[in-house]
């Protein structure tokens, strides 16, 4: 079951990738939660949540994608560890496009029911991503 599990939540990143936003209907619960406190929105269950969060961060890095590093599963839960990359070419959250590329990590957990997401978390550079973009300035060492 751990195989396919993992299975399932890599179709996230692999749909991602190929901008395939349809194909969540197939692996993403109808009432699924997500839990990312970065996700605008969260509060949207099921596939159609996940397609606008993509939507948003794809008009915002036209060539983002994800690399998917390791992933871990256990009874119904898979975590996995990615990096997302990407050139900032069009608005994010109201912030015009800056031209930068950012790399950020970040972890997720997908609990897995049925052959499908039904429950995600999600914790990443956020703030790492803001900073890359010019919009927060990165921390400078104290006293120097």
């Known amino acids: 079951m751990s195989e396919q599990n993992k299975a399932v939540a890599m179709r996230f990143f692999e749909t991602w990738n190929a901008r395939d936003l349809d194909a969540f209907d197939e692996f993403i619960a109808p009432d699924a939660v997500e839990h990312d406190p970065q996700n605008p929105f969260r ?7 996940a397609k606008r969060n993509a939507r948003m961060y794809h008009a915002a890095f036209s060539d983002g994608r994800f690399e998917v590093h390791e992933q871990i599963a256990e009874g119904d839960l898979v975590v996995t560890r990615w990096t997302a990359m990407g050139t900032n070419d069009g608005e994010l959250m109201g912030m015009s496009p800056t031209g930068k590329s950012v790399k950020i990590e970040g972890i997720g957990i997908d609990r897995i029911a049925d052959g499908k997401v039904v429950e995600s978390w999600g914790c990443w ?10 919009a927060i300035p990165e921390a400078q060492p104290a006293g120097v």
Do not use: A, N, S, Y
């Open 125 to 134: 550079d956020t703030l790492g991503m803001m900073q890359q973009l010019g």
């Open 43 to 49: 509060e949207i269950r099921g596939p159609e949540g």
